[in-house]
């Protein structure tokens, strides 16, 4: 059964709808509404009664992890204006940011062999990076200019190809310990 | 509030009465009770004051089964049918084990079995039974000095077991007839132990070495609320590993390797490692005495840094998962406020000096690490049961390894990764691939790895009854819940027409529920009208349960939720189920009670997202009035 529920993640945690959230408020109030609707609280309650706080504990998570994740939380940001980055739908990139990611690549495959230091300095690269996308998602999904969202959908597009980079980059180092 | 009046009919009807709860550790090596009384959580010891029971079984002809010490004594002179360490083989296929079993004993039945089994003079026997052999003699020891029955018990697992290990530990639970309130994570339960102890705060990593399993679990501590942020490990690693590396440098010492074939020698042997691994906790050298099959004695000196130098490839390889961990956090080792040291392999020294030299913090060793799990684990017990006030503490716990389905070329798509904190529900949509494609196979997997052949292989099963459409239009939507225990099931939905198939995931190299109630009904505590009597009365307190939570639910907002055909609708059915209920038979009770949830579940869900709202609003009035 799906649960009725209708009101978007933001106003679940009772936050400002912000892509610059203050993230220690929001896991705040995730802690919040879990202590209320975790299924533990329900232990000795009626079998359908756990079923259904399950749910909406699985709720909760979900919306958490969501608006704690720079990339997700971007994606739902769009989605709430009816902006679509599946990538299954949309295969369209900067040709220009393509290239760089080929570059990191190459550049991730060179790292490998040589030394940790290498990888560090590539991790560096890619952080800022990130850290420099996220600001400019920011400042479009906070600003009140609609004709921007086009351009944000691709920062967050990229911010995902980015972020793959940093995990692959960091299992990277796992194997010079 | 009234989410907590939703609550009230399902707890005990009486408020004062103390229902009975405790904490199983289920471990490799030994195996503790827990409970708590007067407010306070202590571990139950046996007649003669002795809080372990080794995890050691021996069958013996005619079910004259030994379980724990005097088992422990058999090891030597009968080590085909003692079996000890059976976590390391629980919930694991015969192929699974295969390196294992080349260490061990045993004689194991066919090789193709999906559950591998030990031949015993009792017969062959899985590791689920031994299990639950432990289980049984614990369950006994527990209703003794608590004289009265469990109603209901938190057993542990380590972090890092997959779904088929959960699931198994699940079903020897069934067999020693215990009702599992949660199964909970080993380190989650330390840190429980630790928390409530100390008040603190902050964000620590919970190092567990026991005897076969390896955890790391990096918590955040706030305010009562226990969050995992990462959980990382290894299920087959740990202080038997050690026993073992010593026992092959004292063979090659004495120049015996060839006696590595002499299973009641090779016994003795890892018996006497175990001995010198613990003796060098507090001296810095030790004495190795064994006798030789041909009644010769040999003596060897082993010193405590040539030790470190042996066992030092176990411990290096929990390093790994401790980095791990971390990434998966997204935290540095500076942020970790303290290490909190758990399982008795972290008494040796120099796992405590490297684990201290990798994170360059303080480490916590003050509660014994033996018994840490089985306290932290009566303390969740003991709040489920409802002998405490809810909101005290809560566990938010996560799954260890992703999960996800087998796509074209072999290849795993996954839908829930790894560290998701449960309960977790996750859905992805998949198309047909061919030309009037009327099924689809789904393959549910857990692993982190890329290729179907490199993960755990979890569950098999078809959707059928696609309607024929091109290739790519069939759109089949499979959804993964994953619940609080860490277990997985999952359903398959098909768009156009709606058909739907669902299955709790059991390893298809598991017991099968069939089995398990074979067993059940083999056991000779369990006669047949024992079962039957259990399950009458079972289902009759679920009713009155039901019953009660539904009327007080409608007494409260009933005129908010329910329109007058829902209403009497409901209770046209509760009368039913009312008259059901006297009669004898649990099938047709259990079916009653169904019929009731269903049709309930609306003015369920109405009334929590209520809830909801109202935790919502609430919020918001404060933020306003502040």
């Given at each position: 059964m799906q649960i009725p529920f209708e009101n978007n993640y933001f106003d679940l945690f009772s936050?400002?709808?912000?892509?610059?959230?203050d993230r220690h408020q929001l896991r705040d109030r995730f802690r919040e509404l879990q202590r209320q609707f975790h299924p533990d609280n329900f232990a000795s309650a009626t079998e359908q009664d756990r079923r259904i706080s399950a749910q909406y504990a699985a709720m909760i998570n979900e919306a958490f992890t969501t608006l704690n994740d720079p990339v997700q939380r971007g994606r739902y940001m769009l989605s709430l204006n009816g902006i679509n980055t599946d990538e299954e739908h949309d295969t369209r990139m900067d040709p220009e940011f393509l290239m760089q990611q080929i570059e990191l690549r190459e550049e991730l495959d060179a790292a490998r062999s040589s030394s940790l230091d290498a990888l560090n300095q590539l991790s560096d690269k890619v952080e800022s990076d990130f850290a420099g996308r996220m600001a400019l998602v920011g400042e479009i999904l906070d600003g009140?200019?609609?004709?921007?969202l086009e351009k944000a959908r691709h920062l967050v597009r990229e911010l995902q190809f980015l972020s793959r980079m940093r995990n692959e980059i960091e299992e990277a180092e796992e194997s010079f310990f | 509030m009234a989410l907590l009046q939703i609550n009230e009919p399902g707890q005990?009807?009486?408020?004062?009465e103390h229902r009975l709860a405790a904490g199983i550790?289920?471990?490799?090596t030994n195996s503790l009770v827990a409970t708590v009384r007067s407010g306070e959580a202590s571990v139950l010891p046996d007649?003669?004051?002795?809080?372990l029971l080794p995890s050691v079984v021996r069958f013996r002809e005619k079910g004259d089964t030994q379980i724990g010490y005097p088992a422990l004594a058999e090891m030597v002179n009968d080590p085909l049918n003692t079996i000890s360490s059976a976590k390391r083989m629980i919930g694991r296929k015969t192929a699974d084990i295969k390196t294992l079993r080349d260490h061990l004993p045993y004689h194991f039945d066919d090789?193709?079995?999906n559950v591998p089994r030990i031949i015993t003079a009792d017969g062959p026997r899985s590791a689920i039974e031994v299990s639950a052999e432990i289980l049984t003699a614990l369950k006994k020891r527990a209703e003794q000095a608590l004289s009265g029955e469990l109603a209901g018990v938190v057993i542990t697992v380590p972090a890092y077991f997959d779904d088929a290990q959960r699931q198994a530990t699940k079903d020897a639970a069934r067999l020693a007839g215990l009702n599992v309130m949660r199964l909970l994570n080993e380190p989650t339960a330390a840190a429980v132990a630790y928390g409530l102890d100390e008040g603190s705060e902050g964000v620590y990593a919970i190092y567990d070495l026991g005897g076969g399993t390896f955890d790391i679990s990096i918590l955040r501590l706030n305010k009562g609320v226990f969050e995992v942020l990462a959980t990382a490990g290894d299920?087959?690693?740990?202080?038997d590993d050690m026993d073992r590396l010593i026992a092959e440098w004292i063979l090659d010492e004495i120049n015996q390797?060839?006696?590595?074939?002499?299973n009641q020698f090779l016994r003795q042997v890892m018996v006497v490692a175990r001995a010198a691994k613990e003796a060098l906790t507090d001296n810095d050298s030790t004495v190795i005495k064994l006798t030789l099959p041909d009644g010769s004695t040999q003596t060897i000196s082993l010193n405590r840094s040539r030790m470190n130098d042996i066992i030092a490839p176990v411990i290096d390889k929990t390093l790994l998962p401790c980095r791990r961990s971390l990434r998966d956090a997204g935290?540095?080792?500076?942020?970790?406020d303290g290490i909190v040291m758990v399982g008795g392999?972290?008494?040796?020294r120099s796992v405590q000096e490297k684990v201290e030299t990798f994170y360059n913090r303080k480490l916590y060793t003050g509660v014994d690490p033996d018994q840490v799990v089985a306290i932290g684990a009566a303390i969740q017990a003991d709040i489920l049961i409802g002998n405490r006030a809810t909101g005290d503490m809560l566990l938010l716990d996560v799954i260890p390894l992703s999960l996800g389905i087998e796509i074209m070329g072999g290849m795993v798509e996954k839908i829930i990764p790894r560290?998701?904190?449960?309960p977790v529900t996750r859905a992805q949509e998949f198309t047909t691939?061919?030309?009037?494609?009327?099924a689809m196979s789904i393959h549910v997997l857990q692993g982190e790895r890329e290729l179907v052949t490199d993960c755990r292989s979890l569950a098999r099963f078809e959707l059928k009854?696609?309607?024929?459409?091109?290739?790519?239009?069939g759109r089949v939507k499979v959804s993964f819940q994953v619940d609080a225990d860490g277990l997985l099931s999952v359903s398959a939905r098909e768009a156009?027409?709606?058909t739907e198939t669902r299955v709790?995931?059991?390893?298809?190299y598991g017991l099968t529920d069939a089995e398990v109630e074979q067993m059940l009904r083999d056991?000779?505590?369990?006669?047949s009208d024992d079962i039957q009597a259990r399950q009458l009365a079972e289902q009759r307190v679920e009713a009155d349960r039901a019953i009660s939570a539904l009327e007080n639910a409608m007494a409260i907002d009933g005129n908010t939720h329910l329109d007058d055909n829902e209403r009497s609708a409901l209770l046209e059915c509760m009368e039913a189920l009312g008259k059901i209920k006297e009669m004898d038979d649990a099938d047709n009770i259990k079916q009653a009670i169904n019929e009731l949830n269903d049709l309930s579940e609306p003015f369920a869900a109405r009334r929590m997202n209520a809830s909801i709202q109202d935790a919502m609003a609430g919020h918001n009035i404060n933020e306003f009035s502040e």
């Open positions: 936050i400002e709808k912000s892509y610059s959230l009140t200019d609609d004709n921007e | 005990s009807t009486n408020p004062h550790d289920l471990g490799t007649e003669e004051g002795r809080s090789e193709s079995a299920s087959a690693l740990g202080g390797a060839e006696l590595s074939t002499d935290l540095d080792k500076t942020d970790i392999s972290t008494r040796v560290n998701a904190t449960i691939y061919k030309d009037g494609q009327t009854g696609i309607p024929p459409m091109a290739a790519g239009s156009t027409t709606g709790d995931v059991k390893p298809s056991s000779i505590t369990h006669a």
